[in-house]
């Protein structure tokens, strides 16, 4: 076997209030998810396939600012007519709803995420977000959510739960927003690719970079899967946040 089946995950239902969270990043050897300036160099395209197939199982695909402003986002599958048929069978749109949140509003308009017909995308911002940044994105024709400052994260999920259906939403970065979900206890499942090369540049982010937790506070995983590919010469890692992290 040199790849998991990442399209049936066999999922529990997502917690009161919120979808249920995946985390889904790619990192080298010595922990670091960005060559030069993107991800991009660091996945095989086995990789890049499971994540695409990660997607099959979400309502949401979210990324943070940043990440769209480097890399750009988009929920799509890849052109895997495959992984398009499995979602059709399962009763669900093509592709998932995309997602991003900013504060500042600074957002690249001319990206596909505000700008493709072929999917649907939910801008979150906040209440300290400029005025004309938050028209600027409303013009798009996208929808536009501010959320308040207090329990932002908190507020964001429950309305992709209540006002967006969301059961599942899949989160692929960036690390700075992975580490605002895990600090509210809502990540349920990480799925990491580690690739089989070191980059050993000192400012480059690992696939969680925030404050800190202490040994109390560090969320604690469950190993669930653990699958080598001799031929890319990656590891696929799939942990599940133990019970005692759960809150949110």
């Known amino acids: 076997m040199t790849k998991p089946d990442y399209t049936a995950l066999n999922l529990p239902p997502p917690p009161p209030g919120r979808p249920l969270v995946l985390v889904n990043m790619v ?47 988009s929920p799509r599958l890849g052109g895997h007519p495959d992984l398009e048929a499995i979602r059709h069978e399962r009763g669900l749109p093509p592709f998932p709803i995309s997602a991003t949140i ?39 024709g996208r929808r536009v959510v501010i959320l308040p400052q207090a329990g932002r994260i908190l507020a964001m999920l429950a309305h992709m739960r209540h006002e967006l259906g969301a059961r599942v939403l899949l989160l692929e970065g960036g690390p700075h927003l992975n580490a605002q979900l895990f600090a509210v206890g809502a990540v349920d499942e990480l799925f990491l ?51 005692e992290n759960a809150h949110g």
């Open 102 to 140: 900013s504060s500042s509003g600074h957002l690249p308009l001319d990206r596909p995420f505000f700008t493709a017909s072929d999917f649907d995308a939910v801008v979150y911002l906040g209440e300290e977000t400029p005025p004309e940044r938050r028209a600027a994105a409303e013009a798009t």
């Open 27 to 73: 990192m080298s050897v010595d922990g670091r998810v960005v060559l030069g300036q993107t991800e991009k160099g660091i996945g095989s395209t086995v990789d890049q396939r499971l994540m695409r197939e990660l997607r099959v199982n979400a309502d949401i695909v979210m990324n943070g600012a940043e990440t769209l402003r480097k890399s750009g986002t």
């Open 193 to 243: 690719t580690i690739g089989p090369l070191i980059i050993a540049a000192s400012d480059a982010l690992s696939p969680v970079e925030g404050p800190g937790f202490d040994e109390e506070t560090a969320p604690r995983l469950q190993l669930i899967s653990a699958v080598p590919n001799e031929e890319t010469q990656e590891l696929y890692l799939r942990y599940r946040l133990r019970k």
